[in-house]
């Protein structure tokens, strides 16, 4: 996808989609808020504390997004009234499948839209890749990301990946 999704009317606010670097500015910070939020959700629940702030630099830094790099990749970055906002990473698994990663709101902006528009941009990238069908793993406590994927098609499937932190699979056939 080359070209820049804007939000429908009814979305609250300004949205934009569009591809961006994986190593760009924004494209960074959002990805440390996103680690952030999610390795602390998970200690926090399994271990009841925050990430140690030595992990954190440490995984930050070895999962640079380089698999987001065209031509097999894609990174979106959305933007809520020209501000960085959130992610949609696709990166090909295979000619004809694609795995959605780094599916993130900053969660101030949260309800307002972005999740849908990210989603359908992902999806239109995945296609220009080459993508038939999307895949994509979570865990059980991320309920609101499972639930964004069921309303938009995905259904639960068998595992396709070994990761630790992986609890649910999700399978979408993407249409023309």
Do not use: C, I
């Amino acid at each position: 996808m080359t070209g820049m999704t804007r939000s429908p009317s009814g979305t609250q606010g300004s949205w934009t989609v569009a591809p961006e670097p994986f190593d760009s500015p924004a494209a960074q910070a959002l990805w440390r808020e996103y680690y952030t939020e999610v390795s602390d959700r998970w200690y926090l629940l399994h271990e009841g504390r925050t990430t140690d702030p030595r992990e954190l630099e440490r995984e930050v830094a070895a999962t640079t997004g380089a698999e987001f790099a065209p031509p097999t990749g894609v990174l979106l970055v959305a933007r809520h009234d020209g501000e960085p906002a959130g992610t949609a990473g696709v990166r090909m698994l295979g000619a004809t499948t694609g795995e959605l990663r780094r599916v993130f709101v900053r969660a101030d902006l949260r309800g307002k839209g972005a999740a849908p528009l990210l989603l359908a941009a992902a999806e239109a990238a995945a296609r220009g890749l080459g993508a038939r069908e999307l895949v994509l793993d979570t865990r059980a406590d991320l309920v609101e990301a499972r639930a964004l994927y069921a309303r938009h098609g995905y259904e639960e499937t068998a595992p396709h990946n070994d990761d630790v932190y992986a609890e649910h699979w999700f399978r979408k056939a993407l249409e023309g």
